[in-house]
């Protein structure tokens, strides 16, 4: 009785504030706030900024093809048009992932596979802090913090220019 | 000989000796004594017959004074004497005739002196007529012719030779008693000395044979009273630890006895609380079968149950279904509101407003899919505890399938515990039966024990007085051994 009289009060509270949403003014952005998609990379939480991606999907198919290129798993059709698709842990130097999750770039020109989608963060900006090591890492260059979890930010330019870089390799090309 | 003869028989032995002796000497004397007074009353009769010789001589004298007085003066008053003499001369001569009857001489003298008598009472009677019809001239011619002395002179010759007989009677008599006398005197001397002898010699035999024989006896009884008087004082010493014995049985015998009471009163209860058990065994029969039926209810209902929940968990695995659409449908509108964000920011400006819907259908998204995730927790709940619960209940018809076997096999056990029951009631009943059948014989052993009790200190007691009278018999005999002994010596 107690766990329905609080699923009441939870319902409760949920339909005054969507309700409430409505009456209240047009929100003012005063601050820009960033937002990140909280995801997982075989057993290692990242985050993403969203203003480098154009979508995230879920179930995404992709069709292998025979490729010299180890983190190139196949190819997947979207919105009419053909993608690469890469394993993101293989691309951070991580084991291989078997996701079935994968956000696109900005650009439309590639998809990037990983394990799992978890939450989607909106935070301020002081919240974003470079790492601690200094740019150890290329593809991480920074940290997010929501309340008390810390999460690398996975850089999507910085993993596109080393799938250009590898694609313009000589050996590659060969 | 003598050796085997019994104490009195040695007495009567020497005394019937010693009565024999007396009755000898008894009758020697005796003898001796009777032939002395024999010949004393010889002589006494010769001196009667003596006295009446000479009473008779003396009575003629007095009728011969009597008629010389007469005769001589005339004078009545001197017949008195001759008047007196008449009839007595009469009497002594018949009483000299009884006196010597025995003896012929004397009668013959009689019958000659009888006439001489009667002649001179003649005479004299002659004179006195004469004197007093013719005077005294006549009558004195009378007396001298001396017919009268003549006839007088005659009698005293026969008196003179009777009166000599009988003297020389009297000597030999005389002579015989003297001679009985002596006899006597020495029977009765040398008899007695014979018997005093003859009961010394009897005294002797029989003391120093009584002696040695009661010397032996009072020796064995001295032992013997020594021995009585250990063996009664080793009697009281035990009759006194048979007292501390009894007293401790008499008490041992009392808790016997209440014990048996207890366990008595509780055999009486348990054969109340067997009656009772047999009672409730009953009526728990009944109330097997009915549990039985309910069993059987139960079973049927749990049938039901596990149907009932095998269906819950189909509808649960239909909600998880349903859920999982709710759940894809939630996380396809996050991931909308996500892009849906992403596009707004692509937008510009113009976009800003969008995103904060889009926000907030992502929030709203969140939101679904956190309930969801709880509807699922529930979903699982349920179902896990649907499983549980199934589990539980085929366990639960399993145990229940069980149950109702062992309830059977407990109904059979119940119907045997009634019977079991039934004997043990029987059985407490005679236990109860036996327990006062043994608390009353515990009575009577408690007041034989009592009794034997009060007989023991009797026996103590009379142990007492043994050892006393042992003590006393101990003392008597060294008292009598020491009397036998210096006799005996």
């Known amino acids: 009785?107690?766990?329905?009289?609080?699923?009441?009060?939870?319902?409760?509270?949920?339909?005054?504030?969507?309700?409430?949403?409505?009456a209240e003014p047009a929100a003012r952005v005063e601050a820009t706030p960033l937002d990140f998609v909280a995801l997982r990379i075989g057993d290692q939480p990242y985050a993403i900024r969203t203003t480098e991606i154009s979508g995230l999907y879920a179930g995404l198919a992709v069709t292998p093809v025979p490729t010299s290129v180890p983190a190139l798993i196949g190819i997947a059709g979207h919105s009419g048009e053909m993608l690469p698709v890469y394993d993101l842990a293989l691309l951070l130097g991580l084991s291989a992932s078997d996701g079935s999750w994968a956000v696109i770039d900005a650009g439309n020109s590639v998809g990037l596979l990983f394990s799992v989608f978890e939450d989607h963060w909106r935070i301020d900006t002081d919240e974003v802090m470079p790492t601690n090591d200094g740019g150890h890492h290329k593809h991480i260059q920074q940290m997010a913090r929501r309340h008390e979890e810390l999460r690398p930010v996975v850089s999507i330019p910085s993993i596109l220019a080393s799938i250009r870089e590898q694609a313009a390799s000589p050996r590659h090309k060969e | 000989m003598f050796a085997d003869w019994t104490f009195g028989r040695r007495l009567a032995a020497a005394f019937t000796v010693a009565g024999i002796v007396f009755v000898c000497l008894i009758t020697l004397a005796f003898l001796a004594t009777n032939?002395?007074?024999?010949?004393?009353?010889?002589?006494?009769?010769?001196?009667?017959?003596?006295?009446?010789?000479?009473?008779?001589?003396?009575?003629?004298?007095?009728?011969?004074?009597?008629?010389?007085?007469?005769?001589?003066t005339g004078d009545e008053s001197y017949l008195?004497?001759?008047?007196?003499?008449?009839?007595?001369?009469?009497?002594?001569?018949?009483?000299?005739?009884?006196?010597?009857?025995?003896?012929?001489?004397?009668?013959?003298?009689?019958?000659?002196?009888?006439?001489?008598?009667?002649s001179k009472l003649a005479v004299l009677k002659q004179t006195i007529d004469l004197r007093r019809t013719q005077g005294f001239d006549a009558a004195l011619a009378v007396v001298n012719n001396g017919s009268g002395k003549a006839v007088m002179d005659q009698i005293r010759g026969v008196l003179a030779d009777a009166d000599k007989e009988e003297t020389d009677l009297l000597t030999q008599r005389n002579a015989a008693t003297e001679q009985s006398a002596t006899s006597a005197i020495s029977v009765i001397l040398w008899g007695g000395l014979a018997g005093a002898i003859a009961t010394g010699l009897i005294g002797w035999f029989i003391t120093r044979a009584l002696s040695h024989q009661i010397g032996a006896a009072v020796g064995h009884v001295q032992s013997s009273s020594a021995e009585l008087q250990?063996?009664?004082?080793?009697?009281?010493t035990g009759v006194k630890e048979q007292v501390t014995s009894m007293s401790e049985i008499n008490t041992t015998i009392s808790e016997l006895l209440a014990t048996s009471r207890q366990i008595a009163e509780s055999a009486q209860?348990?054969?109340?609380?067997?009656?009772?058990?047999?009672?409730?065994?009953?009526?728990?029969?009944?109330?097997?079968?009915?549990?039985?039926?309910?069993?059987?209810?139960?079973?049927?209902?749990?049938?039901?149950?596990?149907?009932?929940?095998l269906d819950l968990g189909k509808k649960s695995q239909q909600i998880g279904a349903v859920l999982d659409i709710v759940t894809e449908l939630a996380e396809q509108t996050n991931i909308l509101s996500i892009n849906a964000t992403i596009e707004a920011v692509g937008a510009g400006e113009s976009g800003k407003r969008f995103s904060i819907v889009a926000d907030e259908i992502r929030k709203l998204a969140d939101r679904v899919s956190i309930s969801a995730k709880e509807i699922r927790a529930l979903i699982d709940d349920v179902r896990s505890s649907v499983n549980t619960t199934v589990m539980a209940t085929e366990t639960g018809s399993k145990a229940v399938d069980s149950g109702t076997r062992q309830f059977g096999d407990v109904a059979t056990l119940f119907r045997e515990i009634a019977s079991l029951v039934v004997t043990t009631t029987e059985a407490a009943r005679e236990i109860e039966l036996s327990t006062k059948q043994q608390a009353t014989a515990v009575e009577q052993v408690n007041i034989a024990i009592a009794n034997v009790a009060q007989a023991t200190r009797e026996t103590e007691a009379s142990a007492?007085?043994?050892?006393?009278?042992?003590?006393?018999?101990?003392?008597t005999s060294r008292d009598l051994l020491r009397l036998v002994k210096s006799k005996a010596a």
């Open chain 2, 230 to 236: 250990a063996a009664a004082t080793q009697q009281a």
């Open chain 2, 269 to 309: 209860r348990v054969t109340q609380i067997s009656e009772q058990t047999t009672s409730a065994a009953r009526s728990g029969d009944g109330t097997v079968d009915r549990a039985n039926d309910s069993i059987s209810g139960i079973r049927r209902q749990v049938d039901q149950v596990v149907g009932h929940m």
């Open chain 1, 1 to 22: 009785m107690n766990d329905l009289s609080e699923l009441d009060i939870r319902l409760f509270g949920m339909r005054n504030a969507f309700d409430a949403s409505f």
């Open chain 2, 464 to 475: 007492g007085q043994t050892i006393q009278t042992a003590t006393e018999l101990a003392t």
């Open chain 2, 35 to 72: 032939s002395l007074i024999a010949n004393d009353a010889t002589v006494s009769h010769t001196y009667a017959v003596k006295e009446n010789l000479a009473q008779l001589l003396s009575d003629l004298k007095d009728a011969e004074t009597g008629q010389r007085g007469y005769v001589i």
């Open chain 2, 80 to 118: 008195e004497p001759y008047t007196a003499a008449l009839p007595h001369i009469t009497n002594v001569l018949g009483t000299l005739k009884t006196l010597t009857a025995d003896n012929p001489h004397q009668q013959d003298r009689w019958g000659r002196i009888e006439p001489l008598i009667a």
